[in-house]
Structure formats: structure tokens, C-alpha cells
């Protein structure tokens, strides 16, 4: 492994030498290596200069092109339609995502290739090949279709890493139902939240969910969300672990009574390419979840295009993405992206350390994984159970690694490309959001030079910059924000029934203007070395990134004081090893209740009733008063730098009682 510090500007992966001219880490550099490239789809880099030159030509005319490889019914009038803050692509253009993912493959030899392959955590392994999936998905479609499900209804889908999610969420796109993910170890209360946002109709959801080696009973979950979802009509229950349910009459279906007899033969829907494909919820800066809004044409071509040159996928691959599909990167890269590209996708039901530190390596070796793509926080984990675990596994079908969430830092990067990839297989960092819907900023593995913690240029088509408050681009290696100049095809287009929070949320920074046009706020702030690369370094508002999930710290917050013991609470993040960030809360109690470690540990689970284990914060302090401004503002800057460095040593001239910073840095955990 390249030390930290000792490798020069120059140096590449096959470069041993000790030349010392920068200490900066960022300076290890990673040419594609000559294997890879001799089978890439673009490898060299004035290949990929020359996608450039054409994307920066003309971007409307570049993406165009690559939406030319979808299968249409009826081609557009019109590529983009753009009324700041709103985009539509592909106008007047009539498809269907199903029919991208599954359809078209079934006319050549891919019919019998294997789309899915599936590894449950208790070792079963399902394989399906795309005409079988085709057939599956079309049975889900007319059941849904029998129990009222109509173009345009939302259909929720509450479920694990089984087949039958993406059955059912490719079921929902073939008729024009809108799909509404949500992840599966959210709480009831959550699930009720974006059930009712979204409105749906049904709720698909299983019996059981399987995780580490335990049954997460998902059904009864969503018998609690459901008291109060007014618009569910059906619930449709897949039993994965013969756990005993209650069936509600005439309300419950199982799976196997309404898909399975159900006919394989299903007509798509032709949908307008603006047709919305799914909600995806994600967290923001205000207490409530954002419904992320993405519609199929522009989605489907991005998605399409970033999978195939981003992740350079091969006939003979074997893709895993680690992601779960509650998350937009397995929407976008464990389902729409790779079977749109006709590719073998492995989908893991468990977690990765189960029943051992070893399972994604036995999973790797098992089924002869060629591309991985996994997040930072997984990367750690790894590093930290020790390299003795891959070690035991022959991973040389491995050619390609990835990863997404957060920023990666360069020892993990550095671990990643030597323990996993052996110095072979180059490894792409995405940068990207549940916003943008696909990969935004990436090398591609055959032309970039990669540096470990960056994850280097935008790719043709993407216009990215790194600006100052006033709009003006930053100078090398000046912190900026980082901003989208140009609308891309896999762009949100609004918030589900909030149009003026998704103009707040991301158009307000950079307002169309005098001064330029109108740019989309990514939220993160950045900087750009001297060669061009982008360098995440974090978010700017009160959204906290844990082991890859956004969270928002307001969400947290509310949930806190929802506990009738809680005065007020302020949630930071403080650097993890493993997470990212934890997340501490400082919480104020009402007036005769007692701080205590056993109402931390209460407040944590009730944090996990409301929202999700993944939102328990680590630490609880308990403080008398939090630093505010005098207009009632908590002052969370100050309480960051407190729980990271131990004070706070920055303005605290608007700080209403001054006092308080005094003991807020004394008190203890709980
Ligand atoms: O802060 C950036 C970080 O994750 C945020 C997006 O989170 P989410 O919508 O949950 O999507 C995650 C999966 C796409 C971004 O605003 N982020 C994501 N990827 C990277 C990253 N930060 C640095 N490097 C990345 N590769």
C-alpha cells in the first residue's frame, strides 16, 4: 500500500519510486490500467476528451443521442423543455421503463441470461433469467391492475432485498403506477408519513424480513403505519418467512394468491416521457421528509448511460451493488441502470457482515463478481474486521470497484484498491444524489486518472462548477458550493405536492438573475484541485451524512422533543470512523424530569420507534439551555465545534447567553 504522504505528483499505481515533491495525499494518482483498457467502452483519455468536446458542444444534442438508445413507442418532438426551475426531456416522446429493462432483451440470446441473482442471508440462492423475470413482472402488473390500481395511483412498497421488490417496482413502471420505495428498517411511524405524502393506494410489503440472522417482522410494521393511511385500499404480502400475520379481510391479499395464477402476458403501458416513474423520499434540512420526484424518459436515458460507461459494463459481467433499493443508488444501480443494460445483477438479502466479516468476499468469489459497488461506511467496516477476511477468498474475478454515499478518505480508498482490488481494478468514485437520479461527477474507469478522495470531473453532459456566494467560480483549491449550471435528463423535477419547497430548497441560492441564469444548489460544499478534480467536503445545511444516508438533523430533532419529556434538542454530527459522522443530541428535559442514562437510552429507542435504528443518535447530552441567537436560532455551528473539538471558538457575538457555551462544554454523555 502506498504510504500516506510519500508518493509524488507523478506517481502512478505501477510506480514504486520515493520521490517526495508534495505531501499532499491527493497527489497518488491512478492511470486505468493497460488491461483494463484493452476492452473498454471509452479507453483513453482523449477519447473520453472528445465525448467532452461534443457534450460541451452542444449538451441538449449530446444527451439526445443517448436517449436514442432506448426503446421508444413514440420518439419526441422535442429533447428539452426548460422553464427554470422546471425541465422537461423528451418531450412528447411515449416509453416505458419495464419494456427498457425487460422487453427489449427478450429477442436475442439475453432471453435466457441471467438477469437476477439472488443470495438470501441464510445461504438460498435464486436465479432468474430475464424472460423468467419478464414473466414475473407481468403477473404483479395485472394483479395490480385487477385490485384497481390505475396509471398514475402511487403503489408503496415496504420490503427487503427479495426478487419480488424489484418484481414489484418494474410491475408498478409497466402500468404507469408510481412506485414509492420506502426502505425497509424504517419505523411504522415513518412508513405512515410517506404513505401519506404520496397517497398510495396499495402497500406492498412481506410477512418477515431476514436480517442477521433474525426475522424483522415487516407486516405488522405496516399494520401499525396503516391505522391512519386513509388511502390504502389493498395490502399485497409476500410470505418470505412463514411468519404467522394478520390478514385483514378483504383489505390483505397475499402475493402468491394474487400474482401467482395471475396471467404473464401484460400489455405496457406507452407513457409520456414526463410520466412520474417513483417518489423516492430523502431527508432535508426542515423536519419533513422531501418526496424526491423522477419521471421515466430523461431517468431512464441517464441512468442508462452512467451505468454502462460509469461501472463500463461487459456482456459477461456479474454486477453487485450493495445498496438497498430503499435508497436511490438501488433504484438507479441495482435495478433501472444495469437490466436496462441487459446485465447479470447479484442482490443480496442480508447484511454484509453476516455470519461473518467474510460474506461479500464468499459472495464475490462465489459467483464470480467482476463489478463491485459498495459505500465508504461498508469500506471501513471491512478494513476494520481486518484483511485476513478477503485474504481467505479468490477474488480475481473482480475487475471493477465503486463506490458512493460520501466522501471516501484515502486510506479506505487506498485499502479498497489494494486489499479488494489487488492494485488491479480501478475503482470509480460517484458523486451523486437522490436528487440529480444518476451519476453526476465520476471518472470513467478506462480514461481517468483517479486519485484516491475525489471523485474527479463531471461526466459529458454534466455541467458542474464550484462558486462563491456571489455566483463567481472559485479559484484551484478555494472551498465553494458546489452547483449544477445545466438542467440534466435524470434531474428531480419538483418535490411530490410541494413545488415551492423544491424552488426553495434548490433554486433560491443561486436565483435566475442578472447575474446567471439560474443554477441548481447541490447543498454540498467542494473545492477543485489544479487539475480540475472535485473534492467534496461535506454538506452546508443541517443534513448530516451516517454511514451513507442522509439524514436530517431537524427530522431527529422533532422526533426528540415528540417525547413529552423532551424541552428542546439539537442534533449535530461529529467525525466517526466507521459512520462517517455520529450524531450527538443535545437535549434539554421539561421541568421536573431528570436527566438520567436510562432516559438517554429511552430517548434513543424512541428515536428508532419514529424514524429508524439508523437515526439513534450515538451520544446524548443533557444541557440546561443550548446556544441560540436572539432571535430564538440554536446555534448548531457552536455545538459542532463543541462535540469536535471540545470548544467553540468561532463568532459568538449574536449568542444570546453567553454563559451557556461555558457549560455545555463540561457536561458529560450519557
Ligand atoms: O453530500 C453528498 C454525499 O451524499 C449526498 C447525497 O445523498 P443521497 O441523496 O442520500 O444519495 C446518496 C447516493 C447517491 C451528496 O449531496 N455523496 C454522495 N456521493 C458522494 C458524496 N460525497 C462525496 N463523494 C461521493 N462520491
Known amino acids: 500500500m502506498a504510504s500516506r504522504s510519500a508518493k509524488s505528483g507523478a506517481a502512478t499505481s505501477a510506480d514504486t519510486s520515493d520521490r517526495i515533491s508534495s505531501v499532499l495525499q491527493e497527489h497518488r494518482a491512478f492511470a486505468p490500467p493497460a488491461s483494463f483498457r484493452a476492452r473498454a467502452h471509452v479507453s483513453s483519455a482523449r477519447q473520453l476528451a472528445s465525448l467532452r468536446a461534443e457534450a460541451e458542444a452542444d449538451p441538449v444534442a449530446f444527451w439526445q443521442e443517448r436517449a436514442k438508445e432506448l426503446a421508444w413507442f413514440r420518439p419526441w418532438k422535442k429533447v428539452l423543455d426548460w422553464k427554470h426551475p422546471h425541465a422537461r426531456w423528451f418531450v412528447g416522446g411515449t416509453t416505458n421503463a419495464s419494456v427498457n429493462c425487460l422487453d427489449r432483451h427478450l429477442g436475442g440470446w439475453r432471453r435466457t441470461k441471467a438477469a437476477l441473482i439472488w443470495e438470501g442471508e441464510m445461504g438460498e440462492v435464486r436465479t432468474m433469467t430475464y424472460q423468467q423475470l419478464h414473466g414475473q413482472v407481468c403477473k404483479a402488473a395485472n394483479a395490480l391492475l385487477k385490485l384497481g390500481v390505475q396509471r398514475g395511483d402511487v403503489v408503496a412498497i415496504y420490503m427487503g432485498m427479495v426478487p419480488e421488490t424489484v418484481i414489484a417496482m418494474l410491475a408498478c413502471a409497466r402500468i404507469g403506477a408510481t412506485h414509492n420505495v420506502i426502505f425497509g428498517g424504517f419505523s411504522s411511524e415513518a412508513v405512515r408519513e410517506r404513505i401519506n405524502d404520496s397517497g398510495a393506494v396499495v402497500l406492498i410489503t412481506q410477512d418477515a424480513a431476514v436480517r442477521r440472522g433474525s426475522i424483522v417482522e415487516l407486516k405488522s410494521a405496516a399494520d401499525v403505519a396503516v391505522k391512519k393511511c386513509p388511502s390504502i385500499r389493498h395490502m399485497l404480502v409476500l410470505s418470505r418467512c412463514g411468519v404467522q400475520v394478520t390478514m385483514k379481510r378483504g383489505r390483505d391479499l397475499w402475493w402468491h394468491d394474487v400474482v401467482d395464477g395471475a396471467s404473464p402476458v401484460n400489455e405496457p403501458a406507452q407513457l409520456d416521457s414526463e410520466h412520474p416513474l417513483f417518489i423516492l423520499y430523502t431527508s432535508g434540512s426542515t423536519g419533513k421528509p422531501k418526496g424526491i420526484l423522477h419521471t421515466t424518459g430523461g431517468y431512464l436515458t441517464q441512468v442508462a448511460y452512467t451505468t454502462r460507461m460509469v461501472f463500463d459494463l461487459q456482456e459477461d459481467d456479474v454486477y453487485f451493488c450493495t445498496a438497498d433499493v430503499g435508497w436511490i443508488t438501488g433504484h438507479s444501480y441495482v435495478v433501472y441502470g444495469p437490466l436496462m443494460n441487459g446485465a447479470t445483477v447479484m442482490i443480496y438479502e442480508g447484511v454484509p457482515n453476516y455470519p461473518a466479516p467474510d460474506r461479500m468476499w464468499d459472495i464475490v468469489e462465489r459467483h464470480a463478481v467482476s463489478v463491485f459497488y459498495t459505500a465508504p461506511t461498508a469500506i471501513r467496516s471491512f478494513m476494520k474486521a481486518g484483511q485476513a477476511w478477503p485474504e481467505r477468498h479468490d477474488l480475481s474475478s473482480l475487475r471493477l470497484l465503486g463506490t458512493v454515499g460520501e466522501p471516501i478518505n484515502p486510506e479506505a480508498w487506498m485499502w479498497y484498491h489494494s486489499v479488494i482490488g489487488k492494485g488491479r481494478c480501478p475503482i470509480v468514485d460517484t458523486w451523486w444524489q437522490t436528487e440529480t437520479g444518476a451519476i453526476m461527477i465520476s471518472p470513467l474507469p478506462g480514461a481517468t486518472t483517479t486519485r484516491p478522495g475525489t ?205 451557556v457555551l461555558e457549560r455545555l462544554r463540561s457536561i458529560e454523555e450519557e
Open 455 to 659: 471523485a474527479t470531473v463531471p461526466l459529458p453532459g454534466i455541467v458542474a462548477d464550484v462558486v462563491r456566494k456571489d455566483g463567481t467560480s472559485c479559484g484551484p483549491n478555494e472551498g465553494g458550493l458546489l452547483v449544477i449550471k445545466h438542467p440534466w435528463p435524470s434531474m428531480l423535477r419538483t418535490i411530490h405536492g410541494n413545488d415551492e419547497r423544491y424552488k426553495a430548497a434548490y433554486w433560491s441560492e443561486f436565483p435566475k438573475g442578472r447575474r446567471h441564469p439560474g443554477w441548481y444548489f447541490t447543498g454540498d460544499g467542494a473545492r477543485r484541485d489544479r487539475y480540475g478534480n472535485i473534492w467534496i467536503i461535506g454538506r452546508v445545511d443541517d443534513v448530516v451524512n451516517v454511514s451513507g444516508h442522509r439524514l436530517g438533523t431537524a427530522e431527529i430533532e422533532s422526533a426528540l422533543v415528540s417525547d413529552p419529556r423532551v424541552a428542546e434538542a439539537a442534533v449535530v454530527a461529529r467525525p466517526d470512523d466507521i459512520k462517517g459522522n455520529a450524531l450527538v443530541a443535545f437535549v434539554t428535559v421539561k421541568v421536573g424530569v431528570k436527566a438520567s442514562g436510562a432516559l438517554a437510552e429511552s430517548l434513543r429507542q424512541h428515536v428508532g420507534k419514529e424514524i429508524g435504528p439508523i437515526a439513534k443518535p450515538d451520544e446524548i447530552r443533557f444541557t440546561d439551555a443550548l446556544p441560540k441567537t436572539r432571535s430564538g436560532k440554536i446555534m448548531r455551528r457552536l455545538l459542532r465545534e463543541i462535540v469536535t473539538s471540545g470548544s467553540a471558538t468561532g463568532d459568538v457575538t449574536t449568542l444570546e447567553d453567553s454563559g
